[in-house]
């Protein structure tokens, strides 16, 4: 099979790998989009730890099956999205829907081949049928999709609150979208990227800050009448921006990080405990959170076509070393495979 290998930092080539053989249990999928995420990024910058070449990078894809699907009630050409988690199985995260917490998970692009190829053997368990009327680029979306949903679901119920989102990326972009279907009253986006802010007014976001040009504390604060927003979501991971988040949550609100660009920050914690500032983490997503993510896309309320870039596999080194460039107008790459 062809495939996109991440082989050292900053570099991929075009391989060709053998083809993959569906052991007892799991099923051949012929994939057909794959999205990258901030997380195959800094893998291909040479920042993530367990990203080791060569490895095909890629966790966030849909396809068809091709093989192996029949005893778990799935036939050939049967349209489907993976859950990229492969969890143990048999542990307490595992039996009570946090496969995401799995002390044993493995996860697709991370600890095996991903989806930046033709084909991937995934567990029968872990394979979401398509609905009728949706793309395998639309379907691309769930991923990324369900990790909003699950930052959102970490916070107290956001209707009619205000929130602030760091990160006009594509987790970013999705968290500012799903907060406003929960019933978020307004939402703020922080970025430095001019084109990715210009993005977000089409999925209902209020303001957008361009740190560039303003100081974001005192923006925010002046924009909430000087209390801070209810919720913040650090969707970056840095020094800078998880402070920043803290400063701009009002007392009593909540801040959700799901950034991971720097593997230590230094922030002042006295708001946590001054402000009663409620700090969390989250990872990835459940299967309940996968579900509901797919369900989200069926409603046709996310205008996914104007923020998707499609690609080929051929042109892969080209859409990261853009990606990279840290001014891309590419908000999310989907490749076609």
């Not at 893998?43 to 080791?52: D, T």
């Not at 029968?124 to 949903?149: D, W």
């Not at 939402?187 to 210009?198: C, E, G, K, T, W």
Request: include cysteine.
């Amino acid at each position: 099979m062809k495939a996109l290998v991440y082989t050292a930092p900053r570099q991929l080539q075009m391989l060709d790998l053998p083809d993959p053989s569906p052991k007892p249990g799991e099923v051949l999928v012929r994939i057909r989009a794959a999205g990258v995420c901030g997380s195959d990024l800094h893998g291909f910058l040479g920042r993530s730890r367990k990203r080791v070449p060569p490895l095909v990078l890629g966790h966030e894809f849909t396809g068809e099956v091709a093989d192996g699907g029949q005893a778990a009630g799935f036939g050939t050409g049967d349209k489907v999205a993976v859950y990229p988690i492969i969890g143990c199985g048999v542990c307490g995260f595992c039996s009570s829907d946090r496969e995401n917490l799995c002390l044993s998970k493995r996860v697709y692009g991370l600890d095996l081949h991903g989806g930046l190829a033709e084909y991937v053997c995934a567990p029968a368990r872990c394979l979401f049928r398509l609905p009728g009327g949706m793309s395998f680029l639309e379907g691309s979306l769930i991923e990324p999709l369900a990790n909003a949903i699950h930052v959102l679901k970490r916070l107290p119920d956001v209707r009619g609150q205000s929130g602030l989102v760091y990160g006009a990326g594509p987790i970013g972009m999705l968290c500012a979208f799903v907060a406003t279907q929960f019933g978020a009253r307004r939402i703020a986006v922080v970025d430095r990227n001019p084109h990715r802010l210009a993005s977000m007014k089409p999925i209902g976001v209020n303001r957008t800050v361009d740190a560039t040009a303003e100081d974001p504390v005192p923006t925010i604060l002046e924009w909430t009448g000087g209390n801070g927003v209810d919720f913040s979501i650090d969707a970056v991971g840095n020094t800078t921006c998880r402070q920043n988040t803290i400063d701009c949550t009002a007392a009593g609100g909540a801040v959700v990080c799901i950034g991971l660009e720097e593997e230590v920050c230094a922030v002042d914690t006295r708001p946590l405990v001054t402000r009663e500032v409620d700090l969390k983490g989250s990872y990835a997503y459940t299967r309940a959170d996968f579900a509901e993510a797919i369900s989200l896309l069926e409603r046709k309320l996310l205008p996914w076509k104007k923020v998707v870039t499609i690609a080929q596999l051929v042109h892969g080194q080209a859409i990261f070393d853009e990606l990279a460039s840290g001014s891309s107008a590419i908000m999310k790459a989907v490749f076609e495979v």
